[in-house]
């Protein structure tokens, strides 16, 4: 897998028309087991609340502009 980096700007973001097992399997993840997740240990517990938060000010900051 070739990894390219590019100048990445929050509103450049879209989902990958990617065909590849790797991009498949992400989007599965994101469209139908991260809806439901259930974190089982306080670890798993602490970073759900940091992705959350993350997604929460990611949103926020998007609605402003």
Do not use: G
Not at 44 to 63: A, D, G, H, P, V
């Amino acid at each position: 897998m070739k990894l390219i980096i590019d100048d990445f700007k929050d509103n450049d973001f879209k989902r990958s028309e990617c065909d590849c097992s790797f991009c498949k399997e992400t989007h599965n993840i994101v469209d139908n087991e991260w809806a439901v997740y259930k974190p089982s240990n306080n670890l798993q517990r602490r970073m759900l609340k940091i992705i959350k938060n993350i997604e929460k000010n990611y949103l926020m900051k998007k609605s402003n502009r």
